[in-house]
Nanobody, 124 residues
Framework: QVQLVESGGGLVQAGGSMRLSCAAS????????MVWFRQASGKGREFVAA????????DYADSVKGRFTISRDNAKNTVSLQMDSLKPEDTAVYYC?????????????????WGKGTLVTVSS
């Protein structure tokens, strides 16, 4: 069982920046693709960004490409999401997620472990 704990959410003005972090409790952190999803009120959970466990492959949703940056620290078992040039439409609960092996992580049904989420609110 892997526990994921997010931190760093809150309120920010449009155009501002925010950094989310996620700490994972596992001895095999490198074997997981670490993924960020988000869920706006009344909408489904959508893929935001991913960082594979090995190989360092990065993947971003088109809606955040160029504005968000995912990073991971395998020594500290953490993954972060730097969010810049935030827009009101980025308002959502952001979830940290982990998937065994590398692929198929864009689909919520494929995820093995979820954090509880952290709310990000971007005011206009």
């Amino acid at each position: 069982q892997v526990q994921l704990v997010e931190s760093g959410g809150g309120l920010v003005q449009a155009g501002g920046s925010m950094r989310l972090s996620c700490a994972a409790s596992t001895r095999t952190f490198r074997s997981y693709a670490m993924v960020w999803f988000r869920q706006a009120s009344g909408k489904g959970r959508e893929f935001v960004a991913a960082f594979s466990g090995s190989g360092g492959n990065l993947d971003y949703a088109d809606s955040v490409k160029g504005r968000f940056t995912i990073s991971r620290d395998n020594a500290k078992n953490t993954v972060s999401l730097q969010m810049d040039s935030l827009k009101p439409e980025d308002t959502a609960v952001y979830y940290c997620a982990a998937k065994v092996l590398c692929c198929g992580y864009r689909q919520p049904d494929s995820i093995n472990y979820w954090g509880k989420g952290t709310l990000v609110t971007v005011s206009s």
